[in-house]
T-cell receptor
Framework: KAGVTQTPRYLIKTRGQQVTLSCSPI?????VSWYQQTPGQGLQFLFE???????NKGNFPGRFSGRQFSNSRSEMNVSTLELGDSALYLC????????????????FGPGTRLTVL | DAKTTQPNSMESNEEEPVHLPCNHS???????IHWYRQLPSQGPEYVIH???SNVNNRMASLAIAEDRKSSTLILHRATLRDAAVYYC???????????????FGKGTRLSVIA
């Protein structure tokens, strides 16, 4: 079974630009979560999509948005890029059986490393 | 969110057992304890999880204290491949029927010496 794939793997942008990152979950997985990883803040949850709807959201500004398509593939978009947005953006997929207290193993992709100059 | 406390770093010799501690004194009765690890230049990967009883799988064992305020991840024989950052996580309660967001702390950086 193919793992979670993310494209592109590396990206360089300048301040003020916008960027779109893509994530293809494991076949059959319907939940896709996005995380940002920086040396200073560590791994932080951005948002989660399930059945094309945003289900949970982390504490990030509105410049960070996402969507999920009917085939469960997801994209995240960052507008008006700032230097502080330089980070590794990780996507994770899971079956999402829907019980908050139950086990839901998340499978992470390799990430997209975004550098903002 | 329930908070976890882990040592910043630990060191182990290859082929020796490793005990990675985690304190979670504010854990609620329904919080599962999850462990993930992140190898260099990779995304995190699931290691193990448990609720009350000790758990074993092919990767590791999880020992949970009787009062559930602490747990220990046990790698029975550390290899160089086990060098990674290990995260002890109590997933945040999902707001609705979606997935449970993982709240990562700083984790423990494990170094394995040959």
């Amino acid at each position: 079974k193919a793992g979670v794939t993310q494209t592109p793997r590396y990206l360089i942008k300048t301040r003020g630009q916008q960027v779109t990152l893509s994530c293809s979950p494991i076949s059959g997985h319907r939940s896709v979560s996005w995380y940002q990883q920086t040396p200073g803040q560590g791994l932080q949850f951005l948002f989660e999509y399930f059945s094309e709807t945003q289900r949970n959201k982390g504490n990030f500004p509105g410049r960070f948005s996402g969507r999920q398509f009917s085939n469960s593939r997801s994209e995240m978009n960052v507008s008006t890029l700032e230097l502080g947005d330089s980070a590794l953006y990780l996507c994770a997929s899971s079956l999402a059986r829907g019980l908050a207290s139950s086990y839901n193993e998340q499978f992470f992709g390799p990430g997209t490393r975004l550098t903002v100059l | 969110d329930a908070k976890t406390t882990q040592p910043n770093s630990m060191e182990s010799n290859e082929e020796e057992p490793v005990h990675l501690p985690c304190n979670h004194s504010t854990i609620s009765g329904t919080d599962y304890i999850h462990w993930y690890r992140q190898l260099p230049s990779q995304g995190p990967e699931y290691v193990i999880h448990g609720l009350t009883s000790n758990v074993n799988n092919r990767m590791a064992s999880l020992a949970i204290a009787e009062d559930r305020k602490s747990s220990t991840l046990i790698l029975h024989r550390a290899t160089l491949r086990d060098a990674a950052v290990y995260y002890c996580i109590l997933p945040r309660e999902a707001e609705n029927s979606g997935n449970t967001p993982l709240v990562f702390g700083k984790g423990t950086r494990l170094s394995v010496i040959a």
